[in-house]
């Protein structure tokens, strides 16, 4: 071990932290973590935290990205001992306490926290991404919304009917949270925000197909929730299909096998990906270094203090961490990586100050997806409920969590225009064309 447990408290040094990823669990951590006796460094390969539950929202034109992103340096400028380094990991060399950076730098480190998140996963096709973007960057985000877009456009122009179909034709794979929201705001967009804009073709005559392989949508949710969420988006002109595998996708739609065992194809030239992720490849590249074990979906099983086994001065925190309680893992959401991440500043307090430090104890708040306009649902545990109500809860709930006043003030502002007008002002195709 490079140093003591953690490090030597008899000398004059100021103990180094390194904190791997901005997201929820890393920038938690340190904000926490400015103003105590450490020195803290946290590295990411963007310049921004992104508030990723609302991405869906930037790829559907609801909202910008700089709405739902803000500058890691200036989140934490007011932290002195807090530094930003815009720079990827490559490697790591726990024996001697080092990063290994992509310009051939390193970094040293006393105590690690490794936060990077998850990316998308295609259950081992990752040809299917060219075909089906997923979501999780700005980047997607902007994709899918110029794919969205395109396809009204390029079925304004087409002549073959057929063709046409296919065109305002959307499949969505998964039907988790992600899936619903990105359904049911599709469903808007044909319905409401585009019904004025065309004049050779009628937009709510678009098809929007939601794909599951589970036997209902929202598997996370209890069933009476996902049976209320399935009624909303049919409301909304989504057809729900569940107990279906996805086979192929490919440049003109998706192929499938049902519950039953037939097979069958859909014609759609937009597919969006909803279905899986798995954890940041650093996940591996740390597991490998320490001789950690991981699961299937790379994530690092960590101890009741969301160290590693026989690594203590290395934390693994949010998507990257296989934490159980109550015989299963802890899901990839944004309080969980919240909590970790003010846990382990907790710990590393504690640790300097030479007391005990109690296993992390996760405070279970809930879940909630929106499905569309005053409609959602939500699970909180001691409550389960549905509809105007679960959406306000959701609308405020989001905009808590949103960092810095101005975003928040922003959001809501746009969302408040968005529910009187039905009209969406990100509307905007960017990037280079799709073939068509």
């Not at 930037?58 to 890691?72: E, F, M, T």
């Not at 919304?145 to 499949?171: G, H, M, N, Q």
Request: overall charge positive.
């Amino acid at each position: 071990m490079p140093h003591a447990i953690f490090w030597n408290l008899q000398t004059n040094s100021i103990p180094r932290v390194v904190i791997i990823g901005g997201g929820f669990a890393g920038m938690n951590a340190a904000k926490l973590l400015g103003g105590l006796p450490v020195q803290v460094t946290l590295v990411d390969r963007r310049n921004f935290h992104l508030f990723q539950p609302l991405l869906y929202q930037v790829a559907s034109g609801g909202l910008s990205p700089g709405d739902i992103a803000a500058p890691l340096r200036d989140i934490l400028s007011r932290f002195p001992n807090v530094r930003t380094l815009m720079a990827e990991v490559t490697g790591f060399d726990p024996a001697n306490g080092r990063i290994l950076l992509h310009d051939q730098s390193d970094l040293l480190y006393d105590t690690l926290i490794l936060a990077a998140g998850a990316e998308n996963f295609y259950f081992g096709n990752p040809q299917w991404q060219q075909f089906a973007p997923g979501l999780k960057t700005i980047e997607d985000a902007t994709e899918i919304r110029s794919r969205i877009l395109s396809a009204f456009e390029k079925a304004e122009l087409e002549t073959d009917p057929e063709v046409r179909r296919s065109w305002l034709r959307f499949v969505v794979v998964g039907a988790g949270p992600t899936g619903v929201e990105l359904a049911g705001a599709i469903g808007e967009i044909a319905r409401d925000t585009l019904r004025h804009d065309f004049r050779a073709i009628r937009p709510a005559e678009a098809q929007i197909l939601l794909l599951e392989g589970a036997k209902h949508t929202l598997p996370q949710f209890k069933e009476d929730l996902s049976d209320k969420a399935e009624r909303a988006l049919i409301k909304l002109g989504v057809r729900v299909r569940t107990g279906v595998m996805v086979t192929t996708i490919d440049a003109a739609g998706v192929s499938l096998i049902t519950d039953a065992g037939s097979a069958e194809r859909i014609e759609a030239r937009t597919v969006i990906w909803a279905a899986g992720v798995r954890a940041s490849g650093l996940g591996k590249k740390l597991a490998d270094a320490v001789g950690a074990e991981t699961d299937r979906g790379g994530r690092i099983k960590v101890s009741g203090d969301l160290s590693i086994p026989g690594h203590p001065e290395i934390f693994v925190l949010g998507d990257l961490a296989w934490f159980e309680k109550d015989g299963a893992a802890l899901p990839g959401l944004c309080p969980v990586a919240m909590q970790q991440g003010w846990y382990a500043a907790r710990v590393i307090k504690l640790r300097l100050q030479g007391k005990a430090v109690p296993p992390f104890h996760y405070v279970n708040k809930g879940i909630m997806a929106t499905i569309g306009r005053a409609s959602a649902v939500a699970d909180l545990g001691f409550i389960r409920f549905g509809g105007v109500f679960a959406w306000l809860a959701w609308l405020f709930i989001h905009l808590m969590y949103l960092v810095g006043f101005r975003s928040r003030f922003v959001v809501a502002i746009q969302w408040g225009f968005q529910y009187l007008t039905f009209n969406r002002g990100a509307r905007l195709i960017t990037g280079k064309d799709e073939p068509s």
